[in-house]
């Protein structure tokens, strides 16, 4: 994707002020994806796919989850292809985190769904970004949790886990325990550059460790929803996904660390054309690799 200078510079400062812009903006349509598309997964559960983050679903006779809401008119999308399929209000509605791209659906979906529920961090997050501004309308959670959430409805158990501070500070992983198929948010961009938080209380150092919590938590046979993918076809994956993941973030860090050791500027580091062993990672938004070297630096050089 090539842009011009003027669409570089605004896209830099939507990206400066965080995910949590509302609505369409130039950002959410870099990581825009096929058009309102339904794909089952097993067990009732899938994903759809349109503009911003991936919304997981679960649909059967007694129960409807639903995880993340991109943006407003796209959440309008995904509950009329939902009703398709039933008839019943959304039971649970998940935020995995705060960003905009994940939660700006809330504004459509609050009153086709029972309750909103989120890490208790994500929904004071929310908060502090939205600031009850009119321009940018929010729905907040209206149940919270702080490291767990179980419930069993209809026929499956669903789960919502805080594992720790990475992409933000207030980050979930939600689990649908029998199908096996846990939504992580935006902890994994799978085989593209991340977007790293640090305003939002995310950190390049936690990241990978988190990650590893997540690895030894789960089963090896786990299928994982992902934020966001290089590609339709890599918004969903496996194990080898997150490891992947968390072996990027830790070549970053290392890689970073040593640049900084040998005296090098952080211009002259975030100018470096890859992370070693990693340059196949691709770029969907201006700058990205260069963000994931600066916010690195800064970290790092901070301490």
Known sequence: MTLTRKEFLKTSSLIAGGFFLPLSNNFGRMFQQSAGNFKTIRDNVGIYTEKGGTIGWYVSDDAVVVIDSQYADTAKHMFEGLQKKTSRKIDMLFNTHHHGDHTSGNVFLKDHAERIIAQENCKALQEKSYGGDPAKPQAYPTATFKKEWNQVIGKETVS????????????????????????????????????????????????????????????????????????????????????AMKNYLSALIEFVSAEIKAGKSKELIASAGEIPGFGDLKERWAGARKMNLEKTYDELSAK
């Open 160 to 243: 919502a886990k805080f594992f720790g501070a990475a992409h933000t500070g207030g980050d979930s992983v939600v689990h649908f325990q029998n199908a096996n198929i846990a939504h992580m948010g935006d902890l994994v961009f799978n085989r593209t550059y991340p977007y790293i938080d640090s305003n939002g209380g995310g950190s390049v150092e936690a990241w990978p460790i988190v990650l590893e919590r997540i690895i030894n938590y789960y089963h090896k046979d786990t299928i994982f929803i992902f934020g966001h993918g290089a590609s339709d076809e890599l918004v969903t994956g496996s194990m080898a996904d997150l490891t």
